[in-house]
């Protein structure tokens, strides 16, 4: 394992894993969390929205006394917070769902704006925070963003933070904060930490054909997962890329990644703007499956959706259907056809990429429930009852 430096000192593992996506199975959750620590990762990133996720990091880090082997990160959920007493509230039934009595890296969830920050200064967010910083109940204080490029940097100057979280990658190069928050945040000496580095794994297991065939031209023992972290390892303003590993198959191959990376040279930095450019055509919705979304008032699986409607670009008709069919409205016993959609708007308020969700759907009722077929997708249903 490879480690850099936070504000403080503390040397981080350059992988994280981000708890969000952990495995339904618990035993195998455990399995993964394990692997993690024994490989060397020791940024663990969760957050009270995460539905089980701090619960279950708590209840194994306990049972197999790691809490002080690693360095928990998680969020005050800022939407959620409606009046002052909410701070003390959620941090306390982290605290619980955890099982420690301190938080290592404690972020102000996915801020949008500088606004949205003001709103929690106004309740005086910033002498709680240095409260239970003053206490040893939070070591540091950061925030996740999504937004533009220039609320990030008023965001930025707003506090002195000592670390932040943006989502960065070689595709998403230019969105929200970008490169240009990115090292706007290390000028100022404070850690960033990388969310959707593999773009919710698009770019381990969903890139075209050709951009595949261009990585393994330039170096064939590399996996598309070895270029997307690679490149972010590439550059030192970069503290630790947070991955969302779901098995320990895949945590073992992203160790093996760090253990081999190298520095980039450069016609190996040339290939990805080759790649960005074929993966663009077909990319053709910024879903990351983070599933914010989630739960839709009318039962439709958004990110599926979204992930079928690309996939159907990326691999072929015939496989976005078929998926389309198993995993999202044509084989299932509750029909939940992205045409049931009744434009509440709830999904779009609460994306963090900011995705037009409900002209998307449309358009994937479009692509895979065209007027002739419909009656055949009934009848599908009827027989399987």
Same mark, same amino acid.
């Given at each position: 394992?490879?480690y850099r430096e936070d504000k403080a000192g503390n040397?981080?593992?350059?992988? *994280?894993?981000?708890?969000?996506?952990?495995?339904?199975?618990?035993?195998?959750?455990?399995?993964?969390?394990?692997?993690?620590?024994? *490989?060397?990762?020791?940024?663990?990133?969760?957050?009270?929205?995460?539905?089980?996720?701090?619960?279950?990091?708590?209840?194994?880090?306990?049972? !197999?006394?790691?809490?002080?082997?690693?360095?928990?990160?998680?969020?005050?959920?800022?939407?959620?917070?409606?009046?002052?007493?909410?701070?003390?509230? %959620?941090?306390?039934?982290?605290?619980?769902?955890?099982?420690?009595?301190?938080?290592?890296?404690?972020?102000?969830?996915?801020?949008?704006?500088?606004?949205?920050?003001?709103?929690?200064?106004?309740?005086?967010?910033?002498?709680?925070?240095?409260? $239970? $910083?003053?206490? *040893?109940?939070? !070591?540091?204080?950061?925030?996740?963003? !999504?937004?533009?490029?220039?609320?990030?940097?008023?965001?930025?100057?707003?506090? @002195?933070?000592?670390?932040?979280?943006?989502?960065?990658? %070689?595709?998403?190069?230019?969105?929200?904060? *970008?490169?240009?928050?990115?090292?706007?945040? !290390?000028? $100022?000496?404070?850690?960033?930490?990388?969310?959707?580095?593999?773009?919710?794994?698009?770019?381990?297991?969903?890139?075209?054909?050709?951009?595949?065939?261009?990585? $393994?031209? /330039?170096?064939?023992?590399?996996?598309?997962?070895?270029?997307?972290?690679?490149?972010?390892?590439?550059?030192?303003?970069?503290?630790?890329?947070?991955?969302?590993?779901?098995?320990?198959?895949?945590?073992?191959?992203?160790? /093996?990644?760090?253990?081999?990376?190298?520095?980039?040279?450069?016609?190996?930095?040339?290939? %990805?703007?080759?790649?960005?450019?074929?993966?663009?055509?077909?990319?053709?919705?910024?879903?990351?499956?983070?599933?914010?979304?989630?739960?839709?008032?009318?039962?439709?699986?958004?990110?599926?959706?979204?992930?079928?409607?690309?996939?159907?670009?990326?691999?072929?008709?015939?496989?976005?259907?078929?998926?389309?069919?198993?995993?999202?409205?044509?084989?299932?016993?509750? @029909?939940? /056809?992205?045409?049931?959609?009744?434009?509440?708007?709830?999904?779009?308020?609460?994306?963090?990429?900011?995705?037009?969700?409900?002209?998307?759907?449309?358009?994937?009722?479009?692509?895979?429930?065209?007027?002739?077929?419909?009656?055949?997708?009934?009848?599908?249903?009827?027989?399987?009852?």
């Amino acid at each position: 394992m490879q480690y850099r430096e936070d504000k403080a000192g503390n040397k981080l593992s350059v992988l *994280g894993l981000g708890c969000m996506r952990f495995p339904r199975d618990k035993s195998e959750t455990e399995r993964l969390v394990l692997a993690a620590i024994e *490989g060397g990762v020791n940024f663990f990133d969760t957050a009270y929205i995460y539905p089980g996720s701090e619960a279950v990091l708590g209840e194994i880090l306990a049972k !197999h006394n790691k809490r002080k082997d690693i360095y928990i990160a998680t969020k005050l959920p800022a939407m959620m917070c409606k009046s002052p007493d909410d701070f003390d509230k %959620y941090f306390n039934e982290q605290l619980r769902r955890l099982r420690t009595d301190y938080i290592d890296y404690y972020f102000i969830h996915s801020l949008p704006d500088s606004a949205a920050w003001e709103r929690l200064q106004k309740m005086g967010v910033e002498q709680w925070l240095e409260a $239970k $910083k003053q206490a *040893g109940k939070i !070591h540091q204080i950061g925030f996740s963003f !999504h937004g533009t490029c220039v609320e990030f940097i008023k965001t930025l100057e707003a506090y @002195p933070w000592d670390f932040t979280m943006i989502q960065y990658n %070689y595709y998403d190069e230019n969105y929200q904060a *970008g490169k240009k928050g990115l090292l706007a945040a !290390h000028e $100022k000496g404070i850690a960033v930490m990388i969310m959707e580095p593999l773009l919710g794994g698009q770019l381990a297991t969903g890139l075209p054909k050709p951009a595949i065939e261009m990585f $393994k031209k /330039s170096d064939s023992n590399l996996t598309p997962a070895d270029w997307a972290l690679w490149w972010l390892w590439n550059q030192p303003e970069v503290t630790v890329a947070v991955s969302g590993m779901k098995s320990v198959q895949i945590m073992e191959s992203n160790l /093996s990644s760090v253990n081999n990376f190298r520095p980039l040279n450069e016609k190996e930095l040339d290939v %990805y703007a080759n790649v960005v450019a074929l993966f663009r055509k077909s990319y053709k919705i910024k879903c990351t499956g983070c599933n914010y979304c989630l739960p839709c008032p009318k039962g439709i699986n958004i990110p599926a959706c979204l992930t079928v409607y690309n996939t159907s670009y990326l691999q072929g008709y015939f496989t976005g259907i078929t998926m389309y069919a198993t995993s999202t409205a044509i084989i299932t016993k509750k @029909p939940n /056809s992205p045409r049931l959609c009744n434009n509440c708007g709830k999904c779009e308020k609460i994306c963090p990429q900011n995705i037009p969700i409900r002209k998307e759907l449309k358009k994937v009722a479009r692509r895979f429930e065209p007027l002739p077929l419909r009656p055949i997708f009934a009848l599908i249903r009827r027989v399987i009852g």
